[in-house]
């Protein structure tokens, strides 16, 4: 295997001991990469190799989409004052740094890239196709005012991802009933329907989230 496959294999198996030792002398961590393009810092938080997460996140010096992602609010300012043109960047496996954020629920590195003109109306290039309120009601961490500051943002409650869902679809999905309500206040259409013909309110009842599915009727 090469380096980078024995790193990988080593976060697979959390191993937060083998791996400080592997990495020594090695360069920035953003620089190691798997084949899909993602970092070992990202490979670990979405694949739950906590221990290993920790450690690199701790480790520090992480580029714009890894501190966005670990909520690092002032790392996130230095470099995209640094390079402006970073905000929007799309990561090679297809995100940006306001999408890893808002999938997280990571208040303060919300605010601080809308701060430096991180736009919220840019789509990822993952499967999803998503914009970052998708993200966010997707992962169900966000806060009612982070999500309010990310939606108001985006400027249209009712935007629809590549297959064809609402942010109000997919947080009645997900039972994600703070969401839910700051999409109401910002004119979310309980009305549309999924291709196959489902509303929010419809998604919500198959789910067994019978309050919200009233409230979204």
């Not at 990202?42 to 890894?66: D, I, M």
């Not at 809308?114 to 806060?143: K, Y």
Request: net charge negative; with cysteine; hydrophobic share 50%.
């Amino acid at each position: 295997m090469s380096d980078t496959k024995v790193l990988f294999a080593l976060a697979d198996a959390d191993d937060a001991t083998a791996l400080p030792k592997a990495l020594a002398g090695a360069p920035e961590t953003f620089r190691l990469r798997n084949e899909a393009g993602e970092t070992l810092y990202l490979y670990c938080v979405f694949r739950g190799h906590s221990k290993c997460a920790e450690f690199l996140k701790a480790r520090g010096n992480q580029s714009l989409h890894e501190a966005a992602l670990a909520g690092d609010a002032e790392r996130v300012g230095a470099l995209a004052g640094a390079a402006p043109w970073s905000v929007d960047a799309l990561s090679p496996d297809g995100w940006t740094a306001l999408h890893l954020a808002a999938f997280l629920g990571q208040g303060a590195a919300i605010a601080s890239l809308l701060e430096c003109g991180a736009s919220a109306r840019i789509f990822s290039r993952a499967m999803e196709q998503n914009l970052p309120i998708h993200a966010a009601a997707a992962g169900r961490r966000i806060d009612k005012a982070a999500y309010e500051k990310l939606v108001a943002a985006t400027g249209d409650a009712n935007v629809l991802q590549k297959q064809g869902y609402t942010a109000l679809m997919i947080a009645a999905a997900n039972g994600f009933a703070d969401a839910i309500d700051v999409l109401l206040a910002a004119g979310a259409d309980t009305t549309l329907k999924t291709p196959d013909g489902k509303t929010a309110a419809d998604i919500a009842k198959e789910r067994g989230h019978e309050a919200l599915a009233e409230k979204l009727r």
